[in-house]
């Protein structure tokens, strides 16, 4: 089994900034797309940024400029640093990663439980 852990979120005044880690482990041959999204209270669940194992990102246009996505293929790891944070950013934040879990597997998508983000004066 795959699983994926998230740390980082928390509380944050408007303006401030976060980093939010999300480490990968279990039975993994590779790991192809990893990404993080969002979940806000009441709405849908909706893409923040996402990036290839090579390393090209793209990100939702409401961050693009303030959030940059990074990940440590060594140590299937995924980040998202978080700047000039916005009330609006606020909601749960979530883990995706694409394992293929052997090398005659195909890819599956996992996710991890997510961790909250709250910005707020």
């Known amino acids: 089994q795959v699983q994926l852990v998230e740390s980082g979120g928390g509380l944050v005044q408007p303006g401030g900034s976060l980093r939010l880690s999300c480490g990968v482990s279990?039975?993994?041959?590779?790991?192809?797309?990893m990404g993080w999204y969002r979940q806000a209270l009441g709405k849908q669940r909706e893409l923040v940024a996402a990036?290839?194992?090579?390393?090209?990102?793209n990100y939702a246009d409401f961050v693009k400029g303030r959030f940059t996505i990074s990940r440590d293929n060594a140590k299937n790891t995924v980040y998202l640093q978080m700047n000039s944070l916005k009330p609006e950013d606020t909601a749960v934040y979530y883990c995706n990663a694409e394992v293929v879990p052997r090398s005659w597997a195909r890819a599956t998508d996992y996710w991890g439980q997510g961790t909250q983000v709250t910005v707020s004066s």
């Open positions: 990036i290839t194992s090579g390393g090209s990102a």
């Open positions: 279990g039975r993994i041959f590779r790991i192809n797309s």
